[in-house]
Antibody, heavy 122, light 107 residues
């Protein structure tokens, strides 16, 4: 069964750090992977992307310099390291996989995890 | 960055109706557009990719069209399960930006 499972969410104070994980199972991990978030009652915001081999990474301006996406293909796991967290980073964080395996292009987001909640509050 | 604008922001319709949601890009994105459905408390679900390609397993009452900067999602013969929020997303550029969403409610 194809599945993405996020973990690592929780409550953190402003200025703090948190690392999210996304474990993939049931399929080859040879896909580009993304992080997307959704603040309470708001729409979807794309955050970051990493290619299959981990060499190419892109970020939304809102998190560039504070968040870092990475992957460990030997563990079929995607990560999002978040630093200097702000109250406005409070959201459900989803990981998602590209539609097309080993694509050289940008793709739609096919498989999504269930999300993990991050709350930034003092 | 490419900005995506959906209209309307909300929509009331009845079971059996045909509805259309529009998405406009701030610059040409060719056909690199996807549509997602999201229900409360759930992750988004991919419906349409490359503007008009139906994801396997998605009912044929969903269809997408458009290219360049203007796109539409059409749902024919609305079913109770279709009442949800719909998002468009461009993937022409690395920013993968989403529209603000269209909430489809039961009239």
């Amino acid at each position: 069964q194809v599945q993405l499972v996020e973990s690592g969410g929780g409550v953190v104070q402003p200025g703090g750090s948190l690392r999210l994980s996304c474990a993939a199972s049931g399929f080859s991990f040879s896909y580009g992977m993304h992080w997307v978030r959704q603040a309470p009652g708001k729409g979807l915001e794309w955050l970051a992307y990493v290619r299959e081999d981990g060499r190419e990474k892109y970020y939304a301006d809102s998190v560039k310099g504070r968040f870092s996406i990475s992957r460990d293909n030997s563990r079929n796991t995607l990560y999002l390291q978040m630093k200097r967290l702000r109250v406005e980073d409070t959201a459900v964080y989803y990981c998602a996989q590209d539609l097309v395996e080993s694509s050289k292009f940008f793709e739609a987001l096919d498989i999504w995890g269930q999300g993990t909640m991050v709350t930034v509050s003092s | 960055d490419i900005q995506m604008t959906q209209s309307p922001s909300s929509l009331s319709a009845s079971v059996g109706d045909r509805v259309t949601i529009t998405c406009r890009a701030s610059q040409s994105i060719s056909s690199w557009l996807a549509w997602y459905q999201q229900k409360p408390g759930k992750a988004p679900k991919l419906l349409i990719y490359k503007a008009s390609s139906l994801k396997s397993g998605v009912p044929s009452r969903f269809s997408g069209s458009g290219s360049g900067t203007e796109f539409t999602l059409t749902i024919n013969s609305l079913q109770p399960d279709d009442f949800a929020t719909y998002y468009c997303q461009q993937y022409n550029s690395y920013s993968h930006s989403f529209g603000q969403g269209t909430k489809l409610e039961i009239k």
